[in-house]
Every structure is written in structure tokens, then in C-alpha cells.
């Protein structure tokens, strides 16, 4: 898969660079890839005009205020450890001209849009979240009408718009990458097995059209059901790919957790030969489970660049006494993405031109970039499994004029 910058000279294409102080002394970018019509953008603090009154809880004292939409009534802990992140991305940022609106959707329709049309009427020009796909859906409705743009941390593509931003880890990036990628180490003959519901079926599209892209073929997909701890279905699939087995070199397993091991400790007592096919997974492998599992030793899987989550991490563990979920750098980046346009952009801040620039940025998970309907694309890594651990094979790209 190739990204470039179509009919334009990327030789002096100006960018602008914002540090993210974290723990440890180092430092990661979030790179604002403007192009040369910003260069002469003021980068001074907006100053402040007359606004509404702020109801409800904030973060930061800035002069543009932001949305924080999240789910934070009830059970959901992760609309507590969103907000925690974003208040540790001011906090690396202390000179960032932002004042985050935080509002509660408790996870529904029309508390979302509720959240956003209250954030709105207090002054927000972009709003950050929602994470539930409902929440986003009842947001998105109500921020198209006054055209307020929207980042949200949905993995679910069917809300996203234009207008409507997913800064979430989508599994059409991490099918492009590591389908590429074993088209790029001369793997042509592919199995799947996918789960069945909403993420099978958009995983299974984008499977079908990176193997044609590389010119490959498809020998079989098998698609299992699991219900709770119940797994007669996934084995009862991968059993049926036995005939499947000896005309492949590559089989997707995109379910995390346990499924991937099961799958292999399920072919090799049926004494299947696994010799010469390699082991392909997704963002969804991430996990101490696939990563220090011996059985998955060699296989690879697509995810984004881990060390600046590790950093990200350790700051968070030390503020707060836990570790964060790996998404909770998700809200980080939002918020250094809002700070660093506000800095950069100055008036234009927000637009949809400025949003979606193809250069895109670099923030704690790599490079991404926003697509016009509201998707990303993401610059991710190839992993390989060690069994102990995870190396690196392809190194996540810094840029989208590298072809990947």
C-alpha cells in the first residue's frame, strides 16, 4: 500500500513540530504536516472574546475551549481514565491555549448528543469523543448542525463522516499493513478465519481486497462463532481448513486473546504441518497473552509503534497508581492534536482543510491522518512474535511519502 503526496513538491512542505514532554526524560512529536499556505499563520494564543458561561467540570484555562465528551456515570472506569489522559496531555503541555469541556454521555444517543450540544453552547469549537459508537452517532448529529467538528475514539466505522473524525485504532489499518507486508515477503496463497459479526465482516473485506491488491489468492475463509467461554465453533473451523493447509503460506487469525494459540494447539494435535505457512494477526495480538506465548514464536502481526505508549505509561502509572488500557492514548493524542493546531493554525485551527491534511501528524502511536469521510490511516509496524516478547520486523513509517 502506497500513501504519497499527489502532484506536489514535498521538498519544502513546512511543518510544525510540538514536544510531548513524558516520563523519563524523553520526548516524542506530534507533527503538524500544514504545508506551505501555513507558514505564515500567527502562532500566538487566540485571544479570548466574550463566551458563554461554563457549566460543569473543566481542564485548563485556556482561551479555546474544546469538548471532552465521555462516558463517565455508571460503571464506565474508562471514561475515567480518558479524562485522566487528558488532563496528563495539558499537563505535558503547560503552555497549551486550550480548556477542555468535560460532559457526561453516559454512553448512549442522546446522552451524546446532549453532551455536544452543551459543550457547543459553552463555546467548543472541536469536540473530543465520544467513545461509544451510539454516544458518537447522537454527538455527530447534533455537532453537523452548527458544524463543529468531531474527533471521536470509536472503532466502529459506521458513525464515522465527514465532520465526524475516528482517532481509533480501525482494523482496516492493521489489515492493510500486515496483508502488505506478507505481499511484500512473497506470501500469495491465504486462509482466514474470522469472527463472525460486525468486526469479521469489515476485517473480511478489507482481507479480500489487500490479497487482490498483491495479486494473491484466497483458499478459504472460515468464519466461527464463540459465545462466552465456548469454543467448539472455532475449532470445528480450523479443523476445516486441514485440506486447506498444504496449497497456503499464510493464514489470518485477527482475534486476539486466546484465540490465535488455540488455533495453532488445535491444528498441530490434529498433526497438521505448519511448517512452511506463516501466522498473520492484528492490532488485537497486542497483548501479553500472544506476545510471550511459545506457540505463536514467528508468527507477525500489524499494530502501532510501542514506545511512546510505554513512556505515555509510565507517566500515567505514576500520577494516577495504575497502568492505563492501551487505548487511553487515544484522548492523549486528541487533546495535543487540538493544543498544537490552536498553536500552528491560529484562526483556521479547526477546518476540515487543516484536519484531514495529507501529511498528517505524529503523536504517541505513530503517524495518522485523517481521510475525508472520516476514517484514518494509520502508519503501523510489523511485529514478530518471539514467544518472550515481540521485535520488530518492518518499522512503523514517519511519513506517508513512504510507500508501506
Not at 513524558?22 to 501555513?38: I, K, N, T
Not at 505463536?296 to 514506545?307: I, N, T, V
Request: aromatic content about 8%; hydrophobic content about 40%.
Amino acid at each position: 500500500m502506497t500513501y504519497g503526496m499527489r502532484g506536489k513538491t514535498v521538498q519544502h512542505s513546512k511543518r510544525t513540530f510540538i514536544k510531548l514532554a513524558l516520563a523519563g526524560g524523553s520526548s516524542l512529536m506530534l507533527a503538524g504536516c500544514l504545508g506551505s499556505s501555513l507558514g505564515s499563520l500567527p502562532g500566538d494564543q487566540v485571544q479570548p472574546s466574550a463566551q458563554p458561561q461554563v457549566t460543569g467540570e473543566t481542564i485548563g484555562t485556556g482561551s479555546v475551549r474544546v469538548g471532552l465528551l465521555l462516558p463517565l456515570s455508571g460503571n464506565n472506569s474508562i471514561g475515567t481514565v480518558f479524562k485522566n489522559s487528558a488532563a496528563l496531555a495539558l499537563q505535558n503541555f503547560p503552555n497549551a491555549d486550550v480548556q477542555l469541556l468535560v460532559k457526561d454521555t453516559q454512553g448512549t444517543s442522546e446522552g451524546g448528543r446532549a453532551a455536544a450540544q452543551s459543550a457547543i453552547s459553552e463555546g467548543a469549537e472541536l469536540l473530543l469523543g465520544p467513545v461509544f459508537s451510539p454516544a458518537v452517532a447522537g454527538a455527530g448529529a447534533a455537532a453537523r448542525r452548527t458544524g463543529v467538528p468531531v474527533v471521536a475514539f470509536s472503532t466502529d466505522t459506521s458513525v464515522a463522516a465527514r465532520g465526524v473524525y475516528l482517532l481509533s485504532f480501525l482494523p482496516e489499518s492493521d489489515v492493510k499493513r500486515i496483508i502488505g507486508y506478507a505481499n511484500s515477503q512473497q506470501k500469495r496463497s491465504y486462509a482466514a478465519l474470522i469472527p463472525d459479526g460486525s468486526y469479521g465482516a469489515v476485517v473480511e473485506a478489507a482481507f479480500r481486497q489487500e490479497v487482490g491488491r498483491g495479486g494473491g489468492r484466497i483458499a478459504s475463509i472460515q468464519r466461527y462463532s464463540m459465545s462466552g467461554s465456548d469454543t467448539s465453533d472455532l475449532v470445528a473451523k480450523t479443523n476445516a481448513l486441514q485440506s486447506s493447509l498444504g496449497s497456503i503460506d499464510a493464514l489470518f487469525v485477527p482475534a486476539g486473546g486466546g484465540v490465535p494459540g488455540l488455533v495453532v494447539q488445535t491444528l498441530v494435535s490434529q498433526n497438521a504441518n505448519l511448517g512452511t505457512v506463516k501466522l498473520l494477526g492484528s492490532g488485537q495480538w497486542d497483548t501479553n497473552q500472544v506476545r510471550n506465548n511459545p506457540v505463536l514464536a514467528g508468527s507477525w502481526y500489524a499494530g502501532p509503534e510501542d514506545e511512546g505508549f510505554k513512556a505515555f505509561a509510565q507517566r500515567y502509572r505514576s500520577t494516577y497508581g495504575s497502568a492505563p488500557p492501551r487505548n487511553a492514548s487515544l484522548v492523549y493524542d486528541g487533546v495535543t492534536l487540538a493544543a498544537g493546531l490552536i498553536r500552528s493554525a491560529g484562526p483556521q485551527r479547526f477546518q476540515q482543510s487543516i484536519l484531514t491534511n495529507r501529511d498528517g501528524f505524529i503523536g504517541i502511536d505513530g503517524l495518522f491522518r485523517f481521510k475525508n469521510n472520516g476514517l484514518n490511516e494509520r502508519g503501523l509496524a510489523v511485529y514478530q512474535v518471539t514467544g518472550s516478547g515481540t521485535q520488530v520486523i518492518s518499522p512503523a513509517p514517519r511519513d506517508f511519502r513512504s510507500g508501506f
